[in-house]
């Protein structure tokens, strides 16, 4: 039932005092919202950095809304384990994850927005949701940047393999809109074997 403020940056701009992660934990059936005044750097790179960037715990709510960068991690960049309503995550540069930028593992975020970020670069997804989602939106955010090919075709600094994957089911009150989803290997936005509800326009 607590309320956390970083009031200052969280991990510095300067290169050498990102931090190597940040675990968002609560305690099952109570509520707890953190907010960020300042900008957070996260760097897989760093030694003994954990798998996932921004791990947010199921029914956590994060109002990150002044960006930064979250990016070099073995797994995920931004991981919402489970329901996050009102969860805000504006600015950010996720970039260069080895699986997705941002991942989505609960059902309900209702008021939650994914917003202004930059995600590029991911060897998996830009955005994947791992079952169908109510009350998310997802708006202004650029997927997926031109990168860099070399001689045997490989590409790298900018595409996701696809830009937004959606799981089948009802995404009620979800809406993906005015999104700049381009130069990713493969779908701008998949949504394979039954999706409905979701609302996808001006993209």
């Known amino acids: 039932g607590s309320t956390v403020q970083f009031a200052k940056e969280v991990g510095r701009k ?15 059936d109570s509520t707890f919202v953190v907010t960020a005044n300042d900008s ?3 760097d897989g790179a760093l ?8 791990f947010i715990g ?29 969860s ?21 975020y209702f008021g939650a927005v994914i917003a202004d970020n930059t995600i590029q670069g991911n060897s ?26 070399n001689e045997w075709g490989y590409t790298s600094g900018g595409p996701n393999a696809h830009g937004i994957v959606l799981a089948p089911g009802d995404y009620t009150a979800t ?10 290997r493969r779908d701008g936005i998949a949504a394979p074997n039954g999706v409905q509800g979701v609302v996808i326009s001006g993209n």
């Open 124 to 149: 998996g997804f830009g955005i994947e949701t791992m079952q169908a989602t109510n009350g998310l939106t997802i708006r202004n955010n650029v997927i997926g940047t031109k990168g860099t090919s």
């Open 58 to 86: 199921d029914g956590v709510t994060a109002n990150f809304a002044k960006g930064g960068t979250i990016s070099n991690f073995t797994v995920t960049g931004v991981q919402f384990k489970g329901d996050s309503p009102s």
């Open 40 to 42: 957070v750097k996260l």
């Open 14 to 28: 300067n290169k050498n005092s990102a931090l190597g992660g940040l675990n968002l934990n609560g305690v099952k």
């Open 88 to 108: 805000v995550l504006k600015g950010f540069t996720i970039a260069d994850n080895v699986y997705d930028g941002i991942q989505f593992g609960g059902q309900k």
């Open 47 to 54: 030694p003994n950095s954990q798998g996932a960037g921004l």
């Open 175 to 184: 809406v993906i809109a005015d999104n700049a989803i381009q130069y990713n």
